[in-house]
């Protein structure tokens, strides 16, 4: 209702919560301090999650000045979000997002309270800082894409029209997106944001920029024989980029679904990007987990291990090769 009232009123040139110009409420921090002094650096996606967690944060409690924040008030967003609706038809707002959302918050305040030790750069509006412990997340098993599902995929893609690229076949761009994909494990971002001149395909590697992963820092990729075969078909100048994308963003999950409707693999199957960068986490980490963590761009084994690797399909596959004594085994 208050997001409904909110677009009315933007409609009439006005806004929905008014405060006296003195009153610096969350939503004014952010926008006069924190984004300019403490956010330079921060991706669009960053940028992304901090308007939409604002924005939920206004619909919900008016966004008061600093001041009349509380603990109590703290608490109601956080269990209001625990029952907003989740992305799917019946779902809730995962425990993970909600914890993520009043991390966000907790942040913002903090850099709004008096500085410290490790807070030098807080504005000191407030004199005490409110706080809200988020919820837990529970720790699910990653998923990860079966090599059929991915098989699949790559056959399918034969049918492909799109995206439209002169000099590129689509078939080819999307079987050269999989393999590349399956065999470096890199994020979607890296993917779409590198160009054929950080690429060497004689010597079979990719030195992906700080400014395009996510731990800025810089990183040579290795290709396998595969991965540069498939890269070969799509070569364009060293200033183009090597998967080129001529539509926007939002549009390449639906036109990736479609390609998985006509492999005739069932909607609750789907796999993602993302997911198959877990594959190839979950395979390296079988043989050599330093290997994996390294070519994933972690900064540590604990964040690969606990978010990237299924270990049921590790230990199974330890389990079925123990040796078995001779008396375990005769019949």
């Not at 993520?100 to 030790?117: D, E, H, T, V």
């Not at 412990?133 to 492909?160: G, L």
């Not at 230990?315 to 004594?325: E, L, T, W, Y």
Request: aromatic residues 10%; hydrophobic residues 40%; contains cysteine.
């Amino acid at each position: 209702m208050a997001e409904n009232a909110e677009k009315w009123l933007a409609v009439q040139g006005e806004t929905l919560f008014r405060h006296e110009p003195d009153d610096i409420t969350l939503q004014g921090f952010y926008d006069r301090h924190y984004l300019p002094n403490c956010l330079t650096e921060a991706s669009d996606n960053t940028l992304g999650l901090y308007a939409v967690i604002l924005k939920r944060w206004r619909l919900v409690t008016g966004d008061p000045p600093l001041a009349a924040i509380t603990i109590e008030l703290l608490a109601r967003f956080r269990d209001f979000l625990r029952a907003c609706r989740g992305e799917s038809p019946g779902s809730k707002l995962s425990l993970c997002s909600v914890a993520n959302y009043c991390r966000y918050i907790n942040g913002l305040l903090q850099k709004a309270g008096p500085p410290g030790y490790r807070n030098r750069d807080a504005a000191d509006l407030i004199p005490r800082v409110p706080w809200i412990k988020p919820p837990k997340p529970e720790q699910h098993r990653p998923k990860i894409a079966s090599i059929a599902a991915i098989e699949a995929v790559y056959n399918a893609a034969e049918m492909m029209v799109v995206p439209v690229v002169p000099g590129i076949a689509a078939p080819d761009w999307w079987r050269a997106l999989m393999v590349v994909t399956f065999n470096t494990g890199l994020r979607r971002r890296s993917l779409f944001s590198i160009t054929w001149g950080q690429v060497d395909l004689e010597r079979g590697w990719i030195d992906v920029p700080a400014n395009r992963l996510k731990s800025r820092r810089e990183q040579r990729i290795c290709l396998n024989p595969t991965a540069v075969e498939h890269l070969r078909r799509i070569q364009q100048g060293a200033d183009q980029p090597v998967f080129p994308w001529p539509y926007c963003r939002t549009h390449f999950d639906p036109v990736f679904r479609r390609l998985q409707y006509d492999a005739g693999i069932p909607v609750a199957a789907h796999i993602g990007l993302h997911m198959i960068r877990k594959t190839f986490g979950t395979t390296w980490c079988a043989t050599d987990p330093v290997a994996a963590q390294l070519a994933l761009g972690h900064a540590g084994l604990r964040v690969t291990l606990d978010r990237y690797v299924r270990d049921d399909e590790i230990v199974s596959r330890g389990v079925n090769a123990i040796p078995q004594p001779e008396a375990f085994t005769r019949t």
